[in-house]
């Protein structure tokens, strides 16, 4: 069965700061990667998405993400983070025999400090 | 172009009632899934109905059943309500033939059981 593991609940960063959000997935096949966003009282906006090819992939709002096979990670980074960002991310695996069904992890909340 | 539309927003149910949600797909979209957030939790899948059948479901109770009208629009329903079913109800609406698998979410449904 398919899973998706964000060690980190919370982190704080300031603005103007870079951020790495992390994850780790458990799919048998070559798996179809997402992250998602949720702000307060909002549903969730995709960021991002990884099916094939390049490996680092770009996403909106400045935000990028890093496929690596060998690590079983997907991790998502931004250079310079605004206040803007502080939201919950969602990191999120899909299975790839053709149903869609998505399995996401736990989340990260991201607060950013002046 | 509207995008997905859920009803009620926000709900209050006493133990051992039933609720229904409602769910409008995003404009051209033929598949409807839903997902239930409990508090501080990632997204779990419910089930997915395409072609008004359930195509696929998660590990949950036949308590939780659905419809899926011929104009794609969904419904959630869920029977003997339980404490444990407080949750944001999300529900995501994507192409079937578009074998992206982004899904795109409506605000949700917060339904507090008493």
């Known amino acids: 069965a398919q899973s998706v593991t964000q060690p980190d609940i919370h982190i704080t960063v300031s603005e103007g700061a870079s951020l790495e959000l992390r994850c780790n997935y458990s799919?048998?096949?070559?798996?179809?990667l997402f992250w998602y966003v949720q702000s307060p009282g909002q549903g969730l906006q995709l960021l991002l998405k990884?099916?094939?090819?390049?490996?680092l992939v770009q996403g909106i709002k400045g935000f990028e993400a890093e496929f690596k096979r060998s690590q079983s990670s997907f991790n998502l980074r931004k250079p310079s983070v605004h206040w803007s960002d502080a939201a919950e991310y969602f990191c999120?695996?899909?299975?790839?025999?053709?149903?869609?069904?998505?399995?996401f992890g736990t989340g990260t909340k991201l607060q950013v400090i002046p | 172009d509207a995008g997905v539309t859920q009803s009620p927003t926000h709900l209050i149910k006493t133990r051992g009632q039933q609720v229904t949600l409602r769910c409008s797909p995003k404009?051209?979209?033929?598949?409807v899934s839903w997902y239930q957030q409990a508090l501080g939790q990632g997204p779990q899948f419910i089930f997915q109905?395409?072609?008004?059948?359930?195509?696929q479901r998660g590990n949950f109770p036949d308590r939780f059943s659905g419809h899926q009208f011929p104009n794609y629009s969904s419904e959630l329903n869920v029977n003997a309500l339980l404490l444990g079913d407080s949750a944001l109800y999300l529900c995501?609406?994507?192409?079937?033939?578009?074998?992206?698998?982004?899904?795109?979410f409506g605000e949700g449904s917060r339904l507090t059981v008493l």
């Open positions: 995501a609406s994507s192409l079937i033939e578009v074998y992206t698998g982004e899904l795109f």
């Open positions: 109905y395409y072609e008004e059948e359930e195509r």
């Open positions: 799919y048998g096949a070559t798996p179809y």
């Open positions: 990884y099916f094939s090819g390049d490996t």
């Open positions: 999120a695996v899909m299975n790839s025999g053709g149903y869609q069904k998505v399995t």
């Open positions: 404009s051209g979209h033929d598949t």
